[in-house]
């Protein structure tokens, strides 16, 4: 049975997708649920996942390369959404039951440190399976626990900015123009173009304050301390700019909002806004306009005007991880000889789903070279690779969802013309409470 302490799951955690999240479908078709998902045959290996275009798809794809020198292995993909894998998941090993469960089990990073720290003998050390140094040092730190390496990384958040570069020239500016700037200089840029062409800047949901953890993770800083579980909001100076830059794209009327996923892809699908700040795994729905090419380009993200911070974030994303018990040196073995080394799988990722790896020597290859047409020309591949490596390492802590529930709370009453010194002390009080 596993130890077990409190985990800490808000409501958005458990709503939330990751990769920001297209896990949608209820269940599909790559393995059938059922009670005896933890085969006695290792050679197939059970794994819990989401979204059937990107992570089945990545795990059909390591499958198909592991059988050539091993062809007797198989995978059974449950696929389910990803507050369901994380639902099943915690309810078997709050329980303390460790049968029915997979040997693999995807988890996105901003999680996983909830799980680590509360079932601290339900996953199994993988640090010694594969080089760790060869992947970038935010993605393995955010599987580890007291110098245990528990994940094998997958995906890469790194965050671009997207632009619209046909209207950036209708306004006089190009994607040069947006290099190597600060939050403050992008919206006053924002400003003037939107002033010239009517067109918003961007768009946001209140709701969600995933802008602002790319701000934080820019300037190294979490809104919890070195711990993982203290909270840091009064006293945070990069999260009190954030609030307030918001504030001012919010105010200052280029920022449109919207309220659901669909009304997102649609506002740029549409053409209705001139930039979208965020994770990489937004590319294949920009891409969806196909009438579109040629007219997007990527530049980096904007840094905040905190000392240190840099031109380079992330936005969600998953780890891999492998469950204490029967089959677990298989499970690694498999990870270890795909997922965690495999240059060749890693460039068909990103030629066949558009995967983006923390994998560093992936990145010298072919596939990382090809210009996209869609994005004039851009080695969009290359540049995003190189801005992975750049991403500040921070400890997300146990409570990320738990506080950032807080703070959309305090947000709101900010933007409704409370003062910020009074919000984000509240919030601190709140959070402190609540622990």
Request: hydrophobic share 35%.
């Amino acid at each position: 049975m596993f130890s077990k302490k409190h985990l800490f799951l808000s409501a958005s955690a458990v709503l939330l997708l990751a990769a920001c999240g297209n896990g949608d479908d209820e269940t599909g078709d790559t393995g059938e649920e059922t009670t005896e998902e933890t085969s006695g045959d290792m050679n197939e290996l059970t794994v819990w996942t989401w979204d059937p275009n990107f992570n089945v798809k990545a795990l059909e794809m390591a499958e198909e390369r592991y059988q050539e020198e091993n062809p007797d292995f198989s995978l059974n993909i449950i696929e389910n959404a990803q507050e369901d894998v994380v639902q099943k998941l915690n309810t078997s090993l709050s329980s303390g039951v460790d049968t029915g469960l997979p040997q693999i089990v995807f988890i996105e990073d901003y999680r996983a440190p909830s799980f680590l720290n509360s079932y601290d003998e339900a996953f199994y050390p993988l640090g010694d399976y594969y080089n760790t140094d060869e992947f970038a040092d935010y993605k393995v730190a955010a599987g580890s626990v007291d110098d245990n390496v528990y994940n094998i990384p997958f995906d890469t958040g790194v965050t671009g900015l997207y632009v619209r570069t046909d209207y950036l020239e209708d306004a006089g500016y190009s994607l040069e123009d947006l290099e190597d700037i600060t939050w403050d200089e992008y919206i006053e840029i924002g400003k003037d173009v939107y002033d010239q062409t009517g067109i918003k800047w961007l768009t946001n949901d209140h709701g969600d304050l995933g802008i602002m953890r790319v701000m934080l993770q820019s300037s190294g800083v979490w809104w919890t301390e070195e711990d993982g579980t203290t909270p840091y909001i009064a006293d945070n100076m990069a999260l009190k700019e954030a609030f307030e830059d918001y504030k001012e794209m919010n105010d200052s009327g280029i920022m449109n909002v919207h309220n659901e996923w669909d009304q997102f892809i649609q506002t740029f699908n549409n053409g209705d806004v001139v930039t979208v700040p965020t994770g990489n795994w937004i590319s294949a729905s920009i891409m969806q306009a196909e009438d579109q090419s040629g007219k997007w380009g990527i530049a980096p993200i904007p840094r905040q005007n905190i000392e240190g911070s840099v031109n380079a974030s992330n936005l969600g994303g998953s780890s891999i991880y492998v469950l204490q018990g029967e089959g677990q040196e298989a499970a690694a073995e498999f990870l270890a000889a795909t997922f965690g080394s495999d240059v060749d799988f890693y460039q068909d990722l990103v030629t066949e789903i558009n995967a983006l790896g923390a994998y560093e020597p992936a990145t010298e290859g072919e596939a990382y070279e090809q210009e996209s047409e869609f994005y004039g020309g851009q080695q969009i591949f290359q540049d995003l690779a190189e801005w992975t490596q750049e991403i500040p390492e921070v400890d997300f802590g146990q409570r990320t969802y738990e506080i950032q529930d807080i703070l959309a709370v305090a947000l709101q009453e900010y933007l409704n013309g409370a003062d910020l010194d009074e919000v984000l002390q509240n919030a601190q009080e709140q959070a402190e409470s609540n622990m």
